[in-house]
């Protein structure tokens, strides 16, 4: 036992199936925090749960133990549990980093606190630096000697198993963590990676592994396939996608000059390889979901996008798919609600956010839009 805490805000899928199992499974003891009282009970009540990792090799299942947790509307209790941690861990989605912002505030300033870092381990850019910013507006200052690294994590988690706290994951992940901005000793936790250019691995993560999986979600849905397995594996889709991996690897392979486009073309067919492999079946629903924040200016599809179009690469197979999403009206899409109330209110353009820039790019959405 290594007698070190991580307390982890959102005891959902990444929190018990990424966060909780890489640093229970270390010997660190895991307090989670959430706002769901039943799972909060459950968890105090097991006091362990069960992660089945599921990969070409099988299946097979391992016990986190040292387990417990706090219910996120008993402030006071949630704020010693945050104090008494040597890290502290989000995985309760970009949205809610607000509020749980104060609650890790007034941890920090705790007489005694022992926090070292704190981790947002949300799929947005950035994610810590957004927590911290949340966090300096809950309190006076930040406290000196606390490091907030930005984060990557990628772990396909479709869910729970149905079976109580278990949770059923791929076998494959990506924990990574800016080295610059971490205070103090590495954790000696495997999986858990410090790395000097992150900046990279992000943009690579954000567009060769999130951008095909809701380019898939996307088409996928638009012809009536019901897993992201199916829409990868349908010789159509599979096309564009393809199409998009050479496109992405060129964008990058040009941006950090160190990288070959061979090499990110590799990483991205080896994750569409995953994708169509069905060792767990993904919803295309599930992946489609927040499409509003998807088809932002500067996310997965619409990023690589634009800068593709700027440097003279293929963008139709992008093109295809960022329609794609825009034509949801699919009331199984979770957030559909909030792309169709942007539609209606200022239109595509307004969702994706070009520039007079962007212009070519502009009339070729709007040709496959009219047409």
Same mark, same amino acid.
């Given at each position: 036992?290594?007698?070190?805490?991580?307390?982890?805000?959102?005891?959902?899928?990444?929190?018990?199936?990424?966060?909780?199992?890489?640093?229970?499974?270390?010997?660190?003891?895991?307090?989670?925090?959430?706002?769901?009282?039943?799972?909060?009970?459950?968890?105090?009540?097991?006091?362990?749960?069960?992660?089945?990792?599921?990969?070409?090799?099988?299946?097979?299942?391992?016990?986190?133990?040292?387990?417990?947790?706090?219910?996120?509307?008993?402030?006071?209790?949630?704020?010693?549990?945050?104090?008494?941690?040597?890290?502290?861990?989000?995985?309760?989605?970009?949205?809610?980093?607000?509020?749980?912002? #104060?609650? @890790?505030?007034?941890? /920090?300033?705790?007489?005694?606190?022992?926090?070292?870092? +704190? !981790? =947002?381990? $949300?799929?947005?850019?950035?994610?810590?630096?957004?927590?911290?910013?949340?966090?300096?507006?809950?309190?006076?200052?930040?406290?000196?000697?606390?490091?907030?690294?930005?984060?990557?994590?990628?772990?396909?988690?479709?869910?729970?198993?149905?079976?109580?706290?278990?949770?059923?994951?791929?076998?494959?992940?990506?924990?990574?963590?800016?080295?610059?901005?971490?205070?103090?000793?590495?954790?000696?936790?495997?999986?858990?990676?410090?790395?000097?250019?992150?900046?990279?691995?992000?943009?690579?993560?954000?567009?060769?592994?999130?951008?095909?999986?809701?380019?898939?979600?996307?088409?996928?849905?638009?012809?009536?396939?019901?897993?992201?397995?199916?829409?990868?594996?349908? #010789?159509? @889709?599979?096309?564009? /996608?393809?199409?998009?991996?050479?496109?992405?690897?060129? +964008? !990058? =392979?040009? $941006?950090?000059?160190?990288?070959?486009?061979?090499?990110?073309?590799?990483?991205?067919?080896?994750?569409?390889?995953?994708?169509?492999?069905?060792?767990?079946?993904?919803?295309?629903?599930?992946?489609?979901?927040?499409?509003?924040?998807?088809?932002?200016?500067?996310?997965?599809?619409?990023?690589?996008?634009?800068?593709?179009?700027?440097?003279?690469?293929?963008?139709?197979?992008?093109?295809?798919?960022?329609?794609?999403?825009?034509?949801?009206?699919?009331?199984?899409?979770?957030?559909?609600?909030?792309?169709?109330?942007?539609?209606?209110?200022?239109?595509?353009?307004?969702?994706?956010?070009?520039?007079?820039?962007?212009?070519?790019?502009?009339?070729?959405?709007?040709?496959?839009?009219?047409?």
């Amino acid at each position: 036992m290594t007698g070190r805490r991580v307390t982890v805000f959102g005891a959902g899928n990444i929190g018990r199936g990424l966060i909780g199992w890489l640093f229970g499974r270390a010997g660190w003891e895991v307090v989670f925090v959430d706002i769901s009282q039943e799972l909060v009970d459950l968890l105090n009540r097991e006091g362990s749960y069960r992660v089945v990792e599921v990969g070409h090799g099988g299946r097979s299942t391992e016990t986190i133990g040292r387990v417990s947790a706090v219910s996120g509307t008993d402030t006071d209790r949630a704020v010693r549990a945050t104090a008494s941690a040597d890290l502290v861990c989000t995985a309760v989605g970009s949205g809610a980093l607000g509020k749980v912002a #104060p609650v @890790i505030a007034a941890a /920090l300033r705790k007489d005694g606190s022992r926090v070292g870092n +704190v !981790l =947002a381990c $949300e799929n947005s850019d950035p994610n810590t630096a957004l927590l911290r910013d949340h966090i300096s507006g809950a309190s006076s200052a930040v406290p000196p000697g606390v490091g907030f690294p930005e984060t990557m994590v990628d772990r396909l988690v479709p869910g729970s198993t149905g079976e109580g706290l278990t949770v059923e994951v791929e076998s494959a992940f990506d924990f990574k963590i800016a080295e610059e901005a971490w205070v103090g000793e590495p954790p000696g936790v495997e999986g858990f990676e410090l790395v000097p250019d992150l900046v990279l691995h992000r943009k690579k993560k954000l567009w060769l592994v999130n951008g095909l999986h809701a380019g898939a979600a996307f088409l996928g849905l638009a012809v009536g396939h019901d897993s992201i397995a199916e829409a990868v594996s349908d #010789p159509t @889709i599979r096309t564009r /996608l393809d199409e998009m991996v050479g496109t992405m690897a060129g +964008v !990058l =392979a040009t $941006e950090f000059g160190h990288r070959s486009d061979a090499e990110l073309s590799g990483y991205g067919r080896s994750n569409l390889e995953r994708f169509a492999g069905g060792a767990l079946t993904d919803p295309v629903r599930r992946v489609a979901r927040n499409p509003l924040l998807k088809l932002g200016p500067d996310e997965r599809l619409v990023g690589p996008a634009r800068e593709a179009a700027r440097m003279g690469l293929p963008t139709g197979a992008l093109c295809d798919a960022i329609v794609a999403g825009l034509s949801l009206d699919d009331p199984g899409v979770p957030g559909i609600d909030k792309l169709l109330d942007a539609l209606a209110g200022g239109g595509w353009q307004s969702v994706v956010g070009l520039d007079p820039a962007d212009g070519p790019l502009l009339r070729m959405l709007e040709q496959r839009i009219d047409g």
